[in-house]
């Protein structure tokens, strides 16, 4: 049998992330697609995403129940703590990372 050759998976530019993130005019789904794009985390596991399972001195995240059901701990990196600093003190009225009324808007929304 021949061995099949992996495909290297698609990768935006900087031009290209640039003109993605400058579309983004709701600042909840700002923040859950810039901790998705750095800490590579996939959309259900930020709208999962606790406060608590962010630890900036530390800078790493963990990510409870992720896919297959199995959590593990992922990279904060040292570029987006600020970000995420301000965040933490611009929305500190839910215990989530992202807030939204409803989990199903969330889930849609990212």
Known sequence: MEDQKRKLPNV???KQLI???EQIDDINIFMG???ALFCDLRISEVCNLK???VDLESEKVI???GKGSKGRVVM???KVKPFIEK???LNDES???IFYDTPLLAVGSL
């Open 19 to 21: 003109a993605l993130f």
């Open 63 to 65: 990510v409870r129940q």
């Open 33 to 35: 697609c810039i901790v």
């Open 87 to 89: 965040w933490f003190r």
């Open 95 to 97: 215990e989530y990372f």
């Open 51 to 53: 406060k608590q399972d």
């Open 76 to 78: 904060l990196p040292a």
């Open 12 to 14: 935006f530019n900087k």
